[in-house]
């Protein structure tokens, strides 16, 4: 057979016994290919794409399995599927060609032979991820596979930005205080923000938010492009003063320590934002932490 006959009458029938279409996406593009530039010329490599993501919960993308044709050894894809799994940061390599699979698990470094009915359920792997992950209640199972927020006809996060977003919501579930995300200009920093923002909120851990920028056209920006969504909970901090009727707070520096040190930002308690987001960090300054 070849990979597409392999994948229709051997490999698809085994997942979606135990894995609901919804779980699964096949052809899954996850870059363009990169851009290479000689002279004044440039071409695309070819795009990457994984014959199969597999996610426990939306957004929570679980294992990657790499599909070969018959003729091709049950492992011949791993090494590829797990070039994937690590772009993608997923703890869970496959590589099948119909007759078995071959695993690799990314949080102890093994790997293992499965037959085909042995391929593992949605709840088996959750199990062994919550398990590596130090999950330990249903109440940090519930934060870390919140949602994230689609407009109708809006961006979807890329593969690196989903990677960002859900280690930020992970660490914070497990009670971490600061998170530093370095991303490059283009990258979608403040849609990352939004996200995470978004997340935290519907999970509960936090409500009042403060976002701080160096300049007036990266806070309108953010506050009326990546934000919008929470136009009416979101605040701009004008004139030196602090609105306490709101949610999410969008200030520059320089509103916030006004002048002559006249500090505003002491007109509330240090515990009144539960989350700060600082863009472009590296541009400000402060005397001490």
């Keep these: 057979m070849n990979e597409s006959d392999t994948r229709l009458k051997l490999i698809d029938p085994v997942l979606t016994k135990k894995w609901t279409l919804k779980r699964i996406r ?18 695309r490599k070819k795009p990457q794409k994984a014959d199969y993501l597999l996610s426990y919960a939306p957004d929570l993308p679980i294992a990657i399995v790499e599909a070969k044709d018959t003729d091709h050894s049950v492992g011949a894809g791993l090494q590829q599927a797990m070039g ?17 699979f071959v695993e690799h698990d990314f949080f102890t470094g093994t ?20 398990a590596a992950k130090g999950i330990a ?28 977003v859900n280690r930020t919501v992970e660490i914070v579930a497990k009670g971490g205080r600061r998170v530093l995300l370095v991303m ?7 849609y990352t923000a939004f996200q995470i923002v978004h997340r935290l909120r519907e999970m509960g851990a936090v409500r009042k938010v403060l976002y701080l920028a160096d ?40 509103q916030l ?33």
């Design 184 to 190: 490059a200009t283009g990258t979608g920093k403040t």
């Design 111 to 130: 790997e293992r032979n499965l037959k085909m009915d042995e391929f593992p359920t949605p709840t088996a792997l959750w199990k062994r991820y919550r």
């Design 215 to 254: 300049r007036n056209i990266l806070i309108d920006q953010t506050k009326d492009g990546d934000f919008k969504p929470l136009q009416k909970v979101t605040t701009k901090v004008e004139h030196r003063k602090l609105d306490p009727a709101y949610e999410v707070y969008f200030s520059l520096y320089q």
């Design 137 to 164: 209640d249903e109440a940090m199972e519930k934060a870390i596979t919140v949602p994230y927020h689609y407009e109708p006809g809006g961006n979807s996060p890329r593969y690196y930005q989903r990677v960002a």
């Design 26 to 43: 096949t052809e899954y593009y996850f870059t363009d290919g990169e851009i290479v530039v000689r002279g004044r010329m440039t071409t």
């Design 84 to 100: 994937y799994a690590q772009a993608l940061d997923i703890p869970f390599a496959y590589s099948t060609n119909g007759h078995g």
């Design 257 to 289: 320590v006004g002048e002559n040190g006249e500090e505003i930002f002491r007109a509330f308690d240090r515990s009144f934002f539960d989350l700060i987001i600082v863009d472009e960090c590296h541009r400000g300054s402060a005397s001490a932490d």
